[in-house]
């Protein structure tokens, strides 16, 4: 089983912001950036994407999704997998998740 511990994080709203993932690989580590930890994440790709593209990208308050483009990327991408979503507490001792953390923060900072 392949593990990605993902977040984002912003300076300040609006602001620079940044995003980091974790992926461990049977104990093998790699980091890469351009994904983004999140309840709403989880929730959109596990429950809410189906609507959206039943309603024509409209959420159900009948307004356009944002970040459109992205959410159509990271669905076909978890189409060609058997993908199970997780969510991790924030700030709670999970060593990975706490790792990406700073890797967000980090890269919030140097943009």
């Known amino acids: ?8 994080s912003c300076l300040e709203n609006p602001g ?3 995003w980091a993932a974790i992926i461990n690989d049977d104990g093998k580590i790699e ?3 351009g994904s983004e930890d999140s309840q709403y994440v989880k929730m959109g790709i ?3 994407i189906h609507n959206w593209i ?5 959420t159900s308050k009948k307004e ?3 970040n459109k483009d992205l959410w159509l990327n990271l669905y076909k991408l978890t189409q060609s997998h058997d993908v199970e979503w997780h969510w991790v507490k924030a700030h709670a001792g999970n060593t990975l ?3 990406v953390d700073a890797l967000a923060k980090d890269a919030a900072k140097s943009n």
């Open 1 to 8: 089983m392949i593990e990605i511990y993902t977040d984002g």
């Open 16 to 18: 620079n912001g940044g």
């Open 31 to 33: 980091k890469i950036s």
């Open 46 to 48: 596990t429950n809410w």
């Open 54 to 58: 039943k309603n024509n990208w409209q």
């Open 64 to 66: 356009d999704v944002k």
């Open 97 to 99: 998740n706490e790792e």
